[in-house]
């Protein structure tokens, strides 16, 4: 997912389970605490970003 392009990536998640975005969620997180270790700070922010936007769509899934 990370090699995508945000939109492309947006795209992907928007057609995921409730199941596989909480998965995704985790996986990019853990991916984002090793950016901030290893002081890739910018890939870091990329990764809280999408993170933030996935979260989103699992509250709308939520919701209905």
Same mark, same amino acid.
């Given at each position: 997912? !990370?090699? $995508?392009?945000?939109?492309?990536? !947006?795209?992907? +998640?928007?057609?995921?389970?409730?199941?596989?975005?909480?998965?995704? !969620?985790?996986?990019?997180?853990?991916?984002? $605490?090793?950016?901030? +270790?290893?002081?890739?700070?910018?890939?870091?922010?990329?990764?809280?970003?999408?993170?933030?936007?996935?979260?989103?769509?699992? $509250?709308?899934?939520?919701?209905?």
């Amino acid at each position: 997912l !990370i090699t $995508h392009g945000f939109c492309s990536f !947006i795209k992907d +998640a928007e057609s995921m389970s409730y199941k596989e975005l909480n998965t995704t !969620i985790r996986k990019l997180t853990k991916q984002m $605490h090793s950016a901030a +270790a290893e002081l890739d700070f910018e890939k870091a922010a990329m990764l809280r970003d999408k993170i933030m936007e996935l979260k989103k769509m699992l $509250h709308e899934i939520e919701e209905d």
